[in-house]
């Protein structure tokens, strides 16, 4: 007899009744209502500095995009080429300037903010 034909034929092994040592300790009994989970805490509203952050790069990408087309679809006379790549470049910056208000702003707003009283 090959090996592996005595390894199919033979039947599992199942722990002895009484032994629970290995039970799952997920099983919740039929007609056991869940635990109530807490709902969500609403989230708040992005700040007015990360708005304005996505807006920044919202154009600035677009005034990006608008410069390489007019750089590579017109041929322009003269230095008017530089002044295109110059309009991009400055696109680039001011998107990477915007992402990473962005970005630290909204890391900001994950904090909780201490109101100073106004009390003496």
Do not use: C, Q
Not at 84 to 109: C, E, K, N, P
Request: net charge negative; aromatic share 6%.
């Amino acid at each position: 007899m090959d090996r592996r034909e005595s390894e199919l034929s033979e039947p599992p092994h199942e722990p002895p009744a009484g032994d629970e040592s290995k039970s799952s300790g997920n099983v919740v009994p039929l007609g056991v209502d869940p635990p109530a989970t807490e709902p969500p805490k609403p989230s708040k509203p992005i700040g007015r500095l990360h708005g304005m952050a996505i807006v920044g790069m919202a154009v600035s990408a677009l005034l990006g995009i608008g410069a390489m087309l007019a750089f590579i679809t017109i041929s322009w006379p003269d230095d008017t080429s530089r002044y295109v790549l110059a309009v991009f470049m400055i696109s680039v910056v001011g998107f990477m300037t915007s992402a990473s208000l962005a970005v630290f702003s909204a890391a900001r707003d994950t904090y909780p903010r201490h109101r100073k009283s106004t009390e003496e």
